[in-house]
T-cell receptor, first 113, second 113 residues
Framework: GAGVSQSPSNKVTEKGKDVELRCDPI?????LYWYRQRLGQGLEFLIY????????KSGLPSDRFSAERTGESVSTLTIQRTQQEDSAVYLC???????????FGPGTRLTVL | GNSVTQMEGPVTLSEEAFLTINCTYT??????LFWYVQYPGEGLQLLLK?????DKGSNKGFEATYRKETTSFHLEKGSVQVSDSAVYFC????????????FGTGTRLTIIP
């Protein structure tokens, strides 16, 4: 596709449930990033993929958060046993190898009740 | 660690006014610097970037100069328009090869006719 796509665009879940968020990067982009934007705050880095390996997971806030990537394509971010503080917009971005500009998807707005 | 501090908003200006949004950074190496913009109802977009000291990034009438001596990357525009109303994020990336972004908290700009 022309840009980064994410699904679902909105997700409402109950506390304690697991959720899975999907990101389709721009074709040919080897680097993929997940960020989180909580209300009134800046974006926080979560995890970085180069291909299907994740050399930097330092931003994942707890072991309830995990992510995987298939080759240089789709990535899924999974949050287990969701908590209310997980409510945020989750953004995915991709970039070509060794380039500084990241292209962002529209985000998934997660609301945990 | 790395950090970005930007001017707190919200900022409200009249059309054709001069705009400055301040941004300063802390980094251990030689980062690339970015301004991203989020228009109402849209995803995050790269506005401009600079990759080394004294570089000037420019786009859509906006400019920012990478000042290593003051660790700053202030965003300026000579004459703002109503269509410039958005949230502006200053960001940096470091470590060539893992270019995760560290963001400021964002500045909401509203331009009134």
């Amino acid at each position: 596709g022309a840009g980064v796509s994410q699904s679902p665009s909105n997700k409402v879940t109950e506390k304690g449930k697991d959720v899975e968020l999907r990101c389709d990067p721009i074709s040919g982009h080897t680097a993929l990033y997940w960020y989180r934007q909580r209300l009134g705050q800046g974006l926080e880095f979560l995890i970085y993929f180069q291909g299907n390996s994740a050399p930097d997971k330092s931003g994942l806030p707890s072991d309830r958060f995990s992510a995987e990537r298939t080759g240089e394509s789709v990535s899924t971010l999974t949050i287990q046993r969701t908590q209310q503080e997980d409510s945020a917009v989750y953004l995915c971005a991709s970039s070509p190898r060794n380039r500084g500009a990241q292209f962002f998807g529209p985000g998934t707005r997660l609301t945990v009740l | 660690g790395n950090s970005v501090t930007q001017m707190e908003g919200p900022v409200t200006l009249s059309e054709e006014a001069f705009l400055t949004i301040n941004c300063t950074y802390t980094a251990t190496g030689y980062p690339s610097l970015f301004w991203y913009v989020q228009y109402p109802g849209e995803g995050l977009q790269l506005l401009l970037k600079a990759t080394k000291a004294d570089d000037k990034g420019s786009n859509k009438g906006f400019e920012a100069t990478y000042r290593k001596e003051t660790t700053s990357f202030h965003l300026e525009k000579g004459s703002v328009q109503v269509s410039d109303s958005a949230v502006y994020f200053c960001a940096l990336s470091e470590n060539f090869g893992n270019e995760k972004l560290t963001f400021g908290t964002g500045t909401r700009l509203t331009i009134i006719p």
